[in-house]
């Protein structure tokens, strides 16, 4: 069974910058597609940003410019980074892997984001 482990979550100033990481237990080349979700409280899932297995990337509006989605594959790892924080960036991040028709999500990392 696919396991997926978020890490990197934390408090962090408004203006400043994390990474998360997505670590999978077997080998990202073999999913078609991975991504990043968020969610705060009280709002639905808002999908934040994708990498195909082809390394093409993309991002939510509210995200392109200060996040980039990246991939380490001998690691079987992949990363968000976050600069340029704002208060609505505050949520839980999810990690999502696609691969055959199943959807794989770990457990979330929190992100609070502070004056």
């Known amino acids: 069974q696919v396991q997926l482990r978020e890490s990197g979550g934390g408090l962090v100033q408004a203006g400043g910058s994390l990474r998360l990481s997505c670590a999978a237990s077997?080998?990202?080349?073999?999913?078609?597609?991975m991504d990043w979700y968020r969610q705060a409280p009280g709002l639905r899932r808002e999908w934040v940003a994708t990498?195909?297995?082809?390394?093409?990337?993309d991002y939510a509006d509210s995200v392109r410019g200060r996040f980039t989605i990246s991939r380490d594959n001998a690691k079987n790892t992949v990363y968000l980074q976050m600069n340029s924080l704002k208060f609505e960036d505050a949520a839980d991040y999810y990690c999502n892997a696609l691969r055959d028709y199943m959807y794989y999500w770990g457990r979330g990392t929190q992100v609070t984001v502070s004056s």
């Open positions: 990498i195909k297995s082809n390394g093409v990337t």
């Open positions: 077997e080998s990202i080349a073999s999913f078609e597609s």
